[in-house]
């Protein structure tokens, strides 16, 4: 009998963890689940069918509900699946519950990292990682005046992936003591300083602007740039050029990365400077002691 499970949100890993689990107890292999998200519940014309031509069943009986549930998974493949299951990609419901229905009845396959399903799952889970990485290193906060006592600040940031959740205990930690919201297409946060909330996506134009404290961080920013440590290709491997529109300094890169030659030359050419400590020690004064600072 084939059964169709909806989970709650895209990033639904406990629901999809608790639904497999179910699916895994009742001897449903994977041809027979059809997975899909709330919301997002469109008729298939590639759903599933009675036979997976690449890892189904083609008829025989499903094994004993006994054997998969008596089975445990590998801590380490669980969690290999619930960074994957954050992916975009449309079928890696599917692709979850296969590899774990593979997992508990062919026991080799947690030995065997170059299985098709595995090495998928791995570069999922790598690319969510990758993803995570980067939310936490290119958002940006901007401070509005929202009636509160204290300013709310407000960031806008575009996921490849399901991540947005997943990061929240991230920011609570981080930001603590500070208001603030995080606003994508697909859901927002908001944090009031006691209670984390979770509401839906929003558009970029609800992101507040520029403000004075940004013009003082890019003065910062132009006046430490060091042309001298300058290398381009290794500046978009860490930092994409999809994320510069919304990084307020990614606006001087190009200005500074033209310029970055000939500051550097006069660098090179301008003459030494004698520290001040052996300034005082030349001219008979004695060097400043920690009383004296």
Request: proline share 9%; aromatic share 8%; hydrophobic share 45%.
């Amino acid at each position: 009998m084939a059964r169709t499970i909806t989970l709650a949100h895209p990033a639904d890993w406990h629901g999809f963890r608790a639904s497999a689990r179910d699916c895994l107890q009742a001897g449903l292999a994977p041809a027979q689940v059809h997975w899909q998200v709330a919301g997002a519940a469109e008729a298939d014309l590639f759903g599933a069918t009675e036979e997976d031509p690449d890892h189904g069943a083609h008829g025989e009986a499903p094994p004993p509900a006994a054997t998969a549930a008596a089975l445990p998974m590998p801590r380490a493949f669980v969690t290999l699946c619930a960074h994957a299951a954050l992916h975009r990609e449309g079928d890696r419901f599917a692709l979850l519950y296969r590899a774990l229905w593979r997992m508990a009845h062919e026991p080799a396959l947690r030995h065997d990292p170059l299985d098709p399903d595995i090495a998928r799952l791995h570069r999922m889970a790598a690319a969510v990682r990758r993803d995570i990485h980067k939310m936490r290193a290119f958002v940006r906060f901007r401070p509005v005046q929202d009636g509160g006592a204290e300013p709310l600040h407000v960031a806008w940031f575009e996921p490849d992936h399901f991540i947005v959740q997943a990061n929240a205990a991230f920011f609570v930690q981080r930001f603590t003591q500070m208001r603030w919201a995080v606003l994508t297409p697909e859901c927002s946060l908001r944090w009031d300083g006691g209670t984390l909330q979770v509401g839906p996506g929003a558009r970029r134009a609800d992101a507040p602007g520029p403000d004075a404290g940004e013009a003082l961080w890019l003065t910062y920013y132009r006046h430490t740039f060091n042309p001298a440590r300058l290398k381009l290709d290794m500046m978009r491997r860490e930092m994409p050029t999809r994320y510069w529109k919304n990084l307020p300094e990614a606006a001087l890169i190009g200005e500074l990365a033209q310029g970055a030659a000939e500051r550097s030359g006069r660098m090179v050419e301008a003459p030494g400077t004698v520290p001040r400590r052996r300034l005082a020690e030349r001219h008979g004064e004695q060097p400043p002691t920690s009383d004296d600072r």
